[in-house]
């Protein structure tokens, strides 16, 4: 068990649909990751906040957003869902933002199914 | 731009044998390295990580890796297999300059099989 927690674990919705996920990082961790993992994309570095600020972009799509809040969760919103949206949604946290040498730890992630 | 290339994509040992899974980066300096396990309806547990130093590095579970910049290479071995190991395995880079985020640049991962 890493200690970070995501909810819920698997999701279903329709296209066109918005949902949202939910991280909560490790007791201590100020940064939180946002990851996709899908059969043709691989691993993919999604977004990164730091004690509440937006620290860095991935491949993010428009459509997609995030948040931070001051308890230090964070959420991932997916709006206008499309088929191609379907992956597992993993979230990271590390005690600092540095990430290069401070170390990331997964949570066990979201299943989003779009139908 | 920061890649990483894991060029075997699926792999198959018996248990008690070595494993040497490969992994090449491609980064204008020296990266930062990590190898994470992924099990099955899991999510990601890091192996080991190299910063700087010592270029074999030792990690959980009887893994190490060793770095090579001659070859942008971090390769990771086992000396022997158990049928636990089974899952896949996920090489990653983060820049260590330019004021990294941090972000993970991921290989698209090798699966590992075991045979009894």
């Known amino acids: 068990d890493s200690g970070v927690t995501q909810t819920p674990k698997h999701l279903i919705t329709a296209t066109g649909q918005r949902v949202t996920l939910r991280c909560s990082p490790r007791?201590?961790?100020?940064?939180v990751y946002w990851y996709q993992q899908s059969l043709d994309q691989g691993l993919q570095f999604l977004i990164q906040?730091?004690?509440?600020?937006?620290?860095a972009k991935g491949n993010i799509l428009e459509r997609f957003s995030a948040q931070q809040f001051p308890d230090l969760h964070s959420e991932l919103n997916l709006s206008s869902l499309e088929l191609g949206d379907s992956a597992l949604y993993f979230c990271?946290?590390?005690?600092?933002?540095?990430?290069?040498?401070?170390?990331?730890?997964f949570g066990p992630g979201t299943r989003l199914t779009v139908l | 731009a920061q890649s990483v290339t894991q060029p075997d994509i699926h792999i198959t040992v018996s248990e008690g044998a070595s494993l040497e899974l490969r992994c090449n980066y491609s980064?204008?300096?020296?990266?930062?390295l990590f190898w994470y396990v992924q099990s099955p309806g899991q999510g990601l547990q890091l192996l080991l990580k190299?910063?700087?130093?010592?270029?074999l590095v030792q990690g959980i579970k009887g893994f190490e890796a060793e770095f090579k910049r001659s070859q942008s290479s971090f390769n990771l071995r086992k000396p022997s297999v158990h049928w636990s190991d089974a899952a896949e395995y996920f090489c990653?880079?983060?820049?260590?300059?330019?004021?990294?985020?941090?972000?993970?640049?991921f290989g698209k991962g090798t699966k590992l099989s075991v045979k009894p």
């Open positions: 190299y910063f700087s130093g010592d270029t």
């Open positions: 007791s201590g961790d100020l940064s």
């Open positions: 980064y204008g300096a020296t990266p930062y």
């Open positions: 990653a880079v983060a820049p260590s300059q330019g004021g990294s985020q941090g972000n993970l640049i």
């Open positions: 990271a946290s590390s005690v600092d933002w540095t990430g290069g040498t401070d170390t990331q730890y």
């Open positions: 906040y730091y004690n509440g600020e937006e620290r």
